[in-house]
């Protein structure tokens, strides 16, 4: 008899959630701290949008209309950063919250209350950044990139700021991804080995890696960049012996690897929700975490082909030019591997496979563009007009954030133990997709005409479309809203949604409860 | 201004004109040709993998959906077809990057030039010299501030007119020395396949040979700061004949007009000459950064009007070195290559009189030229 | 995969938030204090850095103290520990990325930007119009723009400074045996000496400071020579300074009677990142002095 009242106790004890603002102020639990990342990168997601609604809105016709220059360049490069920074780093790292632990068995992250103060530092650091844009001056100008000596003897006093802003943010990735780690390597349940574990917890693995070794270089980078602009020093400076061409060395040493970073948890994702749909076992679960590694491995033999046009030597064009090409076989062997998967299923087309498709899809398409830019005689025509921005916002846009809504879509109902409503989310779908080829498919035109990117005003030529890719990030801008409709009333009720919402789906998640409990895996579950 | 809904029909009669286009331009010179080659076979062989890949998705996507009934297979692993799909993509890019390296050979052999001539970027202009000839000169952008704010209308070649446009020979191997004089700039004229970026304190080598006489566009292509978006460059590509009888009648000019302005330096010019020419001179050089009305961009470019610089008498020495030599370490650039002594005795000048700095000091080109030669 | 004990997962804690508000703090102070410093400008700025300092600081107590605490009443199973230390180890592979960075920067600027300005490789014509005069050298004694400055020899302090740290990571290593074999005695002594060297090296490295600024004239501005060696050695004190005051905690804590000979992981993290520190500076004497 007692048993009962004890089992009973020993719930609830457990699921004691402590409440109020301190509940997410101090909190030690990967859930609690998983929802605060996602719902910052949706924030920092509208933030940097709202920014691009200005560029588009000053691009809507040739001449200066709404904006300074200077004005402009602030919008793109803290457009640029919000959104790699604040939206999809913090997103993957929540999503790796959320789902890292649950999906190996384990009860919490290895290290939660490092967790808490990786989550914690992005909002300081964010706050920051931002606030330089209203100082006198303004916010910095100098491109994502921030490129010497344009962010150095060149640049307003937001530098100091950015620096720093750049330095915790750093911090705060080292110590999430440190965490993501060993709890992978440490904390996985009996039986959960290395080739069993979810593709999303693999890729999560060698992001992760990526991350610790290449963070502190941009952190080197930012350093010097400061000594450089306030306390007299020569790095990216020819006359003491310098070259401006070394800060782009390290920083696309850094830049590179950080878009794989952007895009490899990405592929994770859709390796869950493919196989789900398809209600097939994924096809060559081993080949694709070897192509995962050797991605993560190439990532750091190709980062001059940003710089084809610096001036390098030959042999070091055709060495960055070849490694490069050469990233588009395992990324190929994923794209293959997904359309096997399919084959002979028996697909459905839930929300998240939409998406998932459609990842498959544009984000091959970026991936062409990026081989088309891998070669290094046409990337002479190609290097900062819109082409670039036209395929890094494939693989970013219709890539990382199409994943992150896939993502998203598909554990919300183990998230908040409601299912969404689906022909809102069905409609978010549709007019995102619709939109969002409007928006980037022109700017490889605009690119291949000739436009430059990162001005605010251009030749009359570009005017159609410029004005086709506007209307486009409007529409795309507004769908978003969808989204964030769908996502409050999601979670603020709605059809309880069961244990496995998803026919298809495999995986330990999806053998908890929905809402997965407070804690998950009291006492480690067995793997087969 | 024209109203809003009349622009799309404007646009869409431009869009009639040559120059419009939505691919990359096949260019005047052999190299472009070979890029424009290369682009077009990388982009068809892209376009057969994605009718492949995407054929094969939507095949499935179609037939293998479960409302037409079916049971998933089990498959889910076939080393041979992994193996295939690894190798085939390796073969296509093997193939892809032979020609794409030979190319890029060609481009790189700057030797054996024909004429050699130094490109400087500078915020925010181009600055050119001929090797081996007494001939150099800026080349800025040449639209008008009044179409560019909308209050008059956008010419046809908008944003893409210099004052004074580099010449080349056609037929000749032209060598390109590209470097700058502050951030890094990159030089492109499309036509040519050339892209080089003009980094400070390092010269990159580029070359072309050019098939046909014309006016070739091109821009800056480097974010450089404020007007990135207003550093076009245009090239006039001429005969040899006519380029050798430019070239001479513009060394000619150049070197009588630096013999002139020796003579000049004993000229006096009165407070409304000064005024005069220096308000212009000041509207198409310093007010990009300090402003027309002189209250520069707070936290990026100083204010002149009320700074002590230009108002007290005893900085006066002080602001004829910074315009001449610019400041060490900061956006202002010397302008003693840029403008004659008498331009800059008059930006001095009009700097010390404008915008209620009403010093009533004037400054003489021999003033400058005293300063220069200290 | 550590065999399976009941997981500690710590209760919420307020110290996360206020190690981020100190960084927060931290950043925004430092920013505005170069600012304050390199402008006339007046401000809050090392006010603020100061408190973000302090705010650390206490969050650091009040996050050991309860850490300590819990390895006290045995709340840390064998697997939290294994995390920590595998937790250590990838945060010291992090900080050799850091130091990379500036090696990568040392290596670029001496074996490809000074002789580029010379006219090496495709930039015959760097050297030819832009910087005629200059000849490539390392050390930069003389940069393109016309600096001078004098070269940092190798033997005297660096040497001495080298020879320092290597004896220190040897009693680091003793006292660590002396922890695991619960000999009290070595542990303190070799601990205190330990950290000893490490402030003599400090002083060293102080005193080496003034005299390249005072008699070498090898300054921050003095070109990428000096930078290279100011950033490299400079985060290189600031990180013994860190190693430092850890091992002061440790032998304070060895004085209370904390750890065992099988659960010490605060003394080991504090030992590895000792290691880690000399063999930065191994690296350093070799590819910085000696080269
Ligand atoms: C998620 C982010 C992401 C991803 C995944 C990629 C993926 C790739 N990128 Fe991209 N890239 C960016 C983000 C990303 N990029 C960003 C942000 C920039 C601009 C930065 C800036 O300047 O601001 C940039 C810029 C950029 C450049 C510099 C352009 C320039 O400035 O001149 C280059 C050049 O080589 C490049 C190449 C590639 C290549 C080869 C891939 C490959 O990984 C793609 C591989 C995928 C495929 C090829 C498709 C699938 C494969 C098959 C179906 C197999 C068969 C295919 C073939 C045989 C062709 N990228
Ligand atoms: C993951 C990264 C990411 C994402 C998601 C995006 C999303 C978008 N980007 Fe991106 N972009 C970058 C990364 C990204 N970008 C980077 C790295 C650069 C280079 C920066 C540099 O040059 O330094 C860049 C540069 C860049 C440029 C080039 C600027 C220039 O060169 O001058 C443009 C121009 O159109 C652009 C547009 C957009 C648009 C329209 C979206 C849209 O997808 C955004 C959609 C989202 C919203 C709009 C927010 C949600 C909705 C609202 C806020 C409601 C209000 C809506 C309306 C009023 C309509 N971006
Ligand atoms: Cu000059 Cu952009
Ligand atoms: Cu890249």
């Known amino acids: 008899m007692s048993t009962v009242v004890d089992d009973h106790n020993h719930e609830a004890h457990h699921d004691h959630k402590p409440s109020g603002i301190t509940r997410w102020l101090f909190t030690t639990n990967h859930k609690d701290i998983g929802s605060m990342y996602l719902w910052f990168s949706l924030i920092m997601f509208f933030v940097g949008g709202a920014m691009a609604m200005v560029i588009r809105a000053e691009l809507f016709q040739p001449g200066l209309q709404l904006v300074e220059p200077q004005f402009f360049n602030q919008m793109t490069t803290v457009h640029g950063l919000v959104m790699i920074f604040g939206a999809v780093m913090p997103a993957f790292t929540g999503l790796a919250n959320w789902m890292v632990p649950m999906m190996i068995g384990a009860p919490d992250m290895a290290l939660p209350r490092m967790n808490n103060w990786s989550f914690w530092i992005l909002p300081f650091a964010f706050v920051i950044l931002l606030s330089s844009l209203f100082m006198e001056g303004g916010g910095p100008d100098f491109g994502w990139t921030f490129y010497a000596p344009l962010s150095t003897t060149y640049s307003n006093d937001s530098t100091a700021l950015f620096v720093f802003a750049v330095h915790i943010m750093g911090i705060s990735s080292i110590m999430g991804a440190i965490n993501v780690i060993v709890t992978i390597i440490n904390m996985r349940a009996p039986g959960m080995t290395y080739m069993k574990m979810p593709l999303f917890v693999w890729t999560w693995l060698i992001t992760a890696f990526l991350l610790i070794a290449v963070m502190p270089v941009l952190a080197g980078a930012v350093t010097m960049v400061l000594t450089d602009k306030y306390f007299g020093t020569s790095f990216f400076d020819a006359a003491g012996g310098g070259d401006p061409v070394m800060f782009q060395h390290i920083f696309w040493f850094f830049g590179h690897p950080e878009v794989y970073i952007m895009i490899l948890p990405s592929f994770g994702i859709i390796s869950a929700i493919i196989p789900t749909f398809s209600r097939k076992k994924l096809f060559g679960y081993s080949s694709m975490v070897y192509a995962t590694g050797s991605i993560a491995i190439l990532s750091f033999l190709v980062w001059a082909h940003h710089m084809f046009t610096t001036g390098m030597p030959v042999f070091a064009e055709l060495f960055f030019m070849y490694f490069t090409m050469l990233i588009a076989v395992p990324t190929g062997v994923k794209v293959f591997n997904w359309v096997a998967t399919m084959w002979r299923g028996a697909i459905t087309f839930e929300v998240p496979m939409l998406f998932a498709l459609a990842f498959v899809i544009l984000f091959t398409i970026g991936g062409f563009s990026g081989v088309m830019l891998a070669m290094t005689p046409v990337d002479f025509q190609y290097h900062d007009t819109y082409f670039v921005v036209a395929h890094f916002h494939y693989v970013l846009v219709t890539g990382a954030i199409f994943s992150i809504m896939a993502a998203s879509y598909y554990w919300l109902p183990k998230w908040t133990g409601h299912m969404y409503d689906t022909t809102l989310a069905r409609l978010h779908f549709w007019t995102s997709l619709i939109s969002v080829n409007l928006l980037f498919f022109p700017m490889h035109f605009a690119g291949l005409a000739g436009m430059p990117r990162r001005i605010p005003d251009y030749a009359v030529q570009f005017a159609d479309i410029n004005q086709i890719t506007s209307i486009g990030g409007f529409a795309f801008g507004l769908s978003q809203l969808l989204f964030l409709w769908v996502v409050i009333k999601c979670a603020r009720g709605g059809e309880k949604a069961a244990a496995k919402p998803w026919e298809g789906a495999e995986g330990l998640e999806w053998t908890v409860p929905s809402p997965a409990p407070y804690h998950t895996f009291e006492t480690p579950p067995k793997v087969e | ?374 | 995969m550590a065999e399976q004990q009941s997981y500690y997962v710590p209760p919420s804690s307020i110290w996360p938030i206020v190690g981020a508000l100190g960084l927060g703090l931290i950043a925004w102070g430092a920013a505005h204090t170069v600012i304050e410093s390199t402008s006339d400008t007046q401000g809050w700025g090392s006010h603020v850095l100061f408190a973000g300092i302090g705010v650390i600081v206490v969050m650091l107590f009040g996050w050991f103290r309860d850490q300590i605490n819990e390895t006290m009443n045995g709340l840390h199973s064998d697997q939290l520990e294994t995390s920590y230390k595998q937790g250590m180890s990838w945060f010291i592979f992090s900080e050799v990325m850091f130091f990379a960075a500036f090696f990568g920067a040392l290596f670029y600027a001496r074996m490809i930007a000074v002789p580029w300005l010379d006219g090496a490789s495709n930039n015959v014509m760097t050297g030819e119009v832009l910087w005629p005069e200059f000849v490539a050298q390392w050390p930069l004694v003389e940069t393109p723009g016309g600096t001078t400055t004098q070269a940092m020899g190798w033997y005297g302090l660096p040497l001495i400074n080298t020879a320092i740290l290597i004896v220190s990571s040897v009693t680091c290593h003793f006292a660590h045996v002396g922890l695991e074999k619960n000999k009290r005695g070595q542990l303190t002594g070799m601990l205190s000496l330990t950290i000893i060297l490490g402030l003599i090296f400090l002083y060293l490295q102080g005193a080496e400071y003034v005299h390249a600024y005072e008699e070498l004239g090898l300054t921050l501005q003095s070109g990428v020579y000096g930078n290279t060696f100011y950033l490299l050695t400079g985060f290189h004190g600031m990180h013994v300074t860190l190693g430092t005051l850890m091992l002061i905690i440790m032998l304070l804590r060895v004085l209370k009677g904390h750890f065992t000979p099988e659960k010490h992981f605060a003394f080991q993290a504090t030992s590895w990142y000792w290691h880690f520190v000399d063999v930065v500076w191994i690296c350093l004497f070799v590819i910085v002095y000696v080269l």
């Open chain 2, 1 to 374: 201004m024209k109203p809003l809904w009349a622009l799309p029909l404007l646009y869409s009669a431009s869009a009639l004109s040559q120059e419009r286009s939505l691919n990359l331009t096949q260019g005047v010179t052999e190299i472009s040709r070979d890029v424009y080659d290369l682009h077009m076979t990388i982009f068809y062989i892209c376009c057969v993998i994605g009718v492949v890949v995407f054929g094969l998705m939507f095949y499935s996507m179609i037939r293998h959906r479960k409302s037409s009934g079916r049971e998933p297979a089990k498959f889910h692993e076939n080393v041979k077809v992994e193996i295939l799909w690894t190798l085939i993509p390796f073969l296509i890019l093997v193939g892809m990057a032979i020609p794409a390296t030979i190319t890029l050979i060609d481009m790189e052999d700057t030797s054996d030039a024909d004429v050699t001539i130094q490109v400087t970027g500078s915020q925010w202009k181009w600055h050119y010299k001929y090797f081996d000839r007494e001939v150099s000169f800026f080349s800025r952008l040449a639209t008008q501030q009044e179409q560019i704010s909308n209050k008059f209308d956008k010419s046809e070649n908008y944003l893409r007119e210099v004052d004074n446009p580099l010449v080349l020979p056609t037929g000749q191997k032209v060598r390109f020395l590209v470097t700058s004089d502050d951030v890094i700039h990159s030089w492109w004229v499309p036509a040519f396949a050339v892209k080089k970026d003009a980094n400070p304190g390092f010269i990159n080598e580029a070359w072309t040979r050019i098939d046909e006489p014309g006016i070739y566009r091109g821009q800056c292509a480097e974010l450089c700061g404020k007007d990135h978006g207003f550093m076009p460059i245009v090239v006039i590509a001429k005969t040899p004949e006519d380029y050798a009888k430019w070239i001479d009648e513009t060394e000619a000019e150049q070197i009588a007009e630096r013999e002139r302005q020796q003579e000049l330096l004993d000229m006096e010019m009165s407070m409304d000459e000064l005024m005069a020419m220096g308000e212009k001179i000041y509207n198409s050089t310093c007010a990009a950064c300090h402003q027309p009305n002189g209250q520069g961009i707070p936290g990026t470019f100083p204010a002149l009007a009320g700074s002590a610089v230009a108002t007290e008498s005893d900085k006066l020495d002080q602001h004829i070195d910074v315009v001449v030599n610019g400041v060490q370490g900061t956006a202002m650039q010397a302008f003693a290559q840029q403008l004659t002594m008498q331009e800059l005795a008059a930006v001095v000048t009009y700097e010390r009189n404008a915008w209620g700095n009403d010093t009533g000091e004037m400054v003489q080109a021999a003033d400058i030229n005293a300063a220069m030669n200290e």
